[in-house]
């Protein structure tokens, strides 16, 4: 048996501040953007993956990178690279955005709150370097940056997250969806990339170390590795970049129009902005779409789609098994006049044609928390 | 039973060989669930690729521990995947060789040095 992943060069591995966590909870480590970290606990992905649908899951992401930017310009230097609307935010408020690129591409994608005197980012682990790069020579000395240092970044998601969150913090309860609130030094938002309701947690090494045991105490809460967080937010059609998005996939292309605020649609004024408002105006020649196959043999990354004349018209950019659908599905990017609901295409597998229907996303419909106002 | 460096184990009763992969593959593994059996008269020599196993993680392929003709697929594993990992040197089995040199048989270790050798990696 020979496995068809690539086995990564030895190189050393950073560790997250519950590496020793992970260890004694017998979790399998593998090699993740520079660091070492828990793909999956003894019990397994698909096990890890119902969990997070039906109870609570607990995952470290504390390999990704949390920065803060302060300073009176920060929102014009901010708006130059993201295409939100970050003049309307107000404080607590968080926004899912881009780094944009001249040539209309990603560089990154991060989450963004508005902070008392600036805003936190959190960006890919896999970006970090990039990214601090980026934001250095655009902001330049116009603006203080702030890299957090060994951060424990914990993403709690599931129905019982706010039910067993609250327990420590009862404020947490009624937290709108996108928000964030600080409490100390910790920040705590509504948010999370699993589609379910949850909450994701950023702070100092030893809080964080205290609060992971606090919440694994609890029998609602399993911890869940890499490989369970890549097939839910897979479930929930949220891209992934390397995969949906890269620096040469425009957001409109990665169906991301509505991270561009309304008012930046108008003004453009920030970098691709040309490619962005002729994309939004014209279209694009390619658009994200999500793949649905019959059980049977899963369609990997970099597998293409072909329609019945044979012609290759897209490819897909992440594939695998939904546990909660119990067959396999894609994404992918394919020409514009195939991205027609319902229609049928083939992926090939191994050199053999797997029919697959185009269906919208996601997968699996998200269950965000919905605050009273919203229902009215 | 024998085994393969690549973690297949072979069972030989008379001239027909059952063929799997080990437990210590289905953990690595991790979920299957999907596995590609071979046509039942296909002919397949050491070493060809005869299976394909798909877990959550990644696809990955069964060789052929010895040389032989399928006779057999185990058909269960078509809507029960997780047999190969519940019990993959029993109900778990991938397909049956009737096996044409049975001295390739030699090549294969024993259940001691392919213990020895999967401690080593």
Known sequence: ?376 | MKYTDQHEWIRLEGDIGTVGITEYAAQQLGDVVFTELPSIGKILTKGAEAAVVESVKAASEIYAPVSGEVIEINAALGAQPELVNSDPFGAGWFFKLKVSNSTELNELMDESIYKAFTENH
């Not at chain 1, 060994?150 to 706010?162: I, T």
């Not at chain 1, 691709?272 to 658009?287: E, P, S, V």
Request: glycine share 10%.
């Open chain 1, 1 to 376: 048996m020979q496995n068809t992943a690539q086995v990564a060069n030895t190189v050393i591995l950073q560790k997250t501040p519950l590496h020793a966590i992970h260890a004694r909870l017998g979790a399998k480590m593998v090699s993740f953007a520079g660091y070492e970290m828990p793909i999956n606990y003894p019990t397994g992905i698909v096990a890890e993956h119902q969990h997070t649908r039906h109870s609570a899951g607990l995952f470290d992401v504390s390999h990704m990178g949390a920065l803060e930017i302060t300073g009176d310009q920060a929102t014009q230097l901010l708006e130059n690279l993201i295409p939100c609307d970050l003049k309307e935010m107000s404080i607590g408020q968080m926004r899912y955005g881009v780094f944009m690129l001249e040539s209309g591409g990603v560089l990154d994608d991060l989450l963004i709150t508005r902070q008392k005197n600036g805003y936190l980012l959190v960006i890919n682990a896999s970006r970090k370097d990039v990214d601090i790069s980026y934001l250095k020579y655009h902001i330049s000395n116009h603006a203080d940056l702030k890299v957090w240092e060994e951060p424990v970044m914990l993403a709690l998601q599931g129905p019982k997250a706010a039910q067993v969150l609250s327990q420590l913090y009862p404020e947490v309860i009624d937290m709108p969806f996108m928000t964030a609130k600080t409490f100390g030094t910790s920040r705590i938002s509504r948010s999370g990339y699993t589609g379910e309701d949850g909450f994701e947690i950023l702070m100092n090494a030893i809080d964080g170390i205290a609060i992971t045991e606090q919440l694994l105490n609890d029998s609602n809460i399993k911890p869940i590795g890499l490989g369970a967080r890549d097939s839910l937010r897979l479930e929930a059609g949220l891209c992934l970049y390397g995969h949906e998005l890269t620096e040469s996939i425009t957001p409109i292309e990665a169906g991301l129009a509505w991270a561009i605020g309304k008012r930046r649609r108008q003004e453009g004024g920030f970098l691709g902005a040309d490619k962005i408002m002729n994309q939004l105006n014209n279209g694009t020649i390619r658009r994200r779409i999500g793949l649905s196959l019959l059980p049977g043999s899963i369609p990997r990354e970099g597998a293409e789609i072909q329609i019945p004349n044979g012609n290759i018209v897209g490819y897909v950019s992440s594939g695998g098994h939904s546990p909660t659908l119990g067959h396999p599905i894609a994404m992918g990017y394919i020409e514009e006049t195939y991205a027609i609901q319902e229609s049928e295409v083939a992926i090939l597998i191994r050199g053999q044609e797997r029919k697959a229907k185009v269906v919208k996303l996601p997968f699996v419909p998200h269950s965000y928390f919905k605050s009273k106002k919203e229902d009215k």
